[in-house]
């Protein structure tokens, strides 16, 4: 077999997929970029909407005989596979050392009403965060303790920007995720659907160890997390049940949103799954 002919860097798809860098666009098309071999892997096996939900890929030559089978497995599940060279792959993926694969992907966020409805067990709401690293990181924790949903409230980033989606290695696919809800409402819901509401603060007047004591942290329970500059405005913290904070132990003068938030998820998780057991924990 030859060397297959790449795209030009002029076609109109190449055009198509990087204008996928700015929110207006994605909004307009329902499309997002995922990045590398775990989102991609994850993207072919997901499904939206009875659709799956990777609907292009761009793979270097060196990235198709490095992954065939999962080249195949899009090109199966009806994805365009087009061949680029790597300042096409650059050019698309907005990164500085893209690893040779970027897939075009459907919009998976699921309607707030649907995630209520399901009485999830544990949830993580953003509130106020901006940060696409954050936020990605979070999606990630959240996937990993077993939470049930993850929501963006409408003053958060978008659960598709790019460092995002790659921040959470392939967790945005894992799991429900709601965007663009008023936080009055994700409370008001999730209350509604038997969840008891706590705020992550780090002022907050209850302490996570003594929540765990006192036996607390087995039913359900939504986290609502803020910004990790200026933290909860006052008004969201008053909506909430409970603020709790994560007790420092050391010297440090605080954690980092995303530490803080796999601290207060896994404390849920554990109460919750008692009598129970747990996955094993790999890190990367």
């Known amino acids: 077999m030859g060397t297959p002919e790449l795209i030009s860097p002029r076609s109109p798809r190449v055009a198509a997929a990087r204008r996928l860098a700015r929110r207006n666009f994605r909004s307009k098309e329902r499309r997002f970029i995922a990045e590398g071999p775990q989102a991609v892997r994850e ?18 030559p060196e990235a198709a005989e490095r992954y065939p089978d999962l ?12 061949t680029a060279s790597a300042e096409v792959l650059a ?8 690893q040779g694969l970027v897939g075009v992907c459907r919009f998976l966020d699921s309607p707030f009403e649907e995630i209520a409805a399901a009485r999830p067990r544990l949830v993580a709401v953003l509130a106020n965060v901006r940060d696409p690293g954050n936020a990605g990181t979070v999606l990630r924790c959240a996937d990993a303790a077993g939470a049930d949903a993850v929501v963006l ?4 980033v978008d659960l598709y920007n790019p460092k995002a ?5 392939g967790s945005v696919f894992h799991l429900p995720v709601a965007v663009g809800v008023p936080v009055e409402r994700v409370v008001s819901g999730l209350r509604e659907a038997g969840l008891r509401i706590l705020a992550a603060d780090g002022a907050g007047e209850r302490d996570l160890d003594g929540e765990l004591d006192a036996g607390t942290m087995g039913g359900p329970t939504a986290w609502i997390f803020g910004n990790e500059a200026w933290g909860l405005p006052e008004e969201t913290r008053a909506l909430a049940d409970a603020a709790v904070r994560v007790p420092i132990h050391g010297k440090a003068e605080s954690l980092n949103l995303a530490t803080a938030a796999a601290v207060c ?15 094993s924990v790999t890190f990367s």
């Open 91 to 98: 050019d698309v993926s907005q990164t500085v050392t893209p």
């Open 71 to 82: 080249v195949a497995a899009a090109r199966a599940g009806g994805a365009r596979v087009h």
């Open 165 to 169: 989606v790659r921040a959470s290695v």
């Open 43 to 60: 993207a072919v096996a997901h499904r939206t909407g009875g659709e799956p939900a990777l609907t292009e890929l761009f793979t270097t």
């Open 153 to 156: 409230t409408d003053a958060s």
């Open 265 to 279: 998820l896994y404390a849920s998780a554990r109460a919750q799954r008692a009598s129970g057991g747990c996955r």
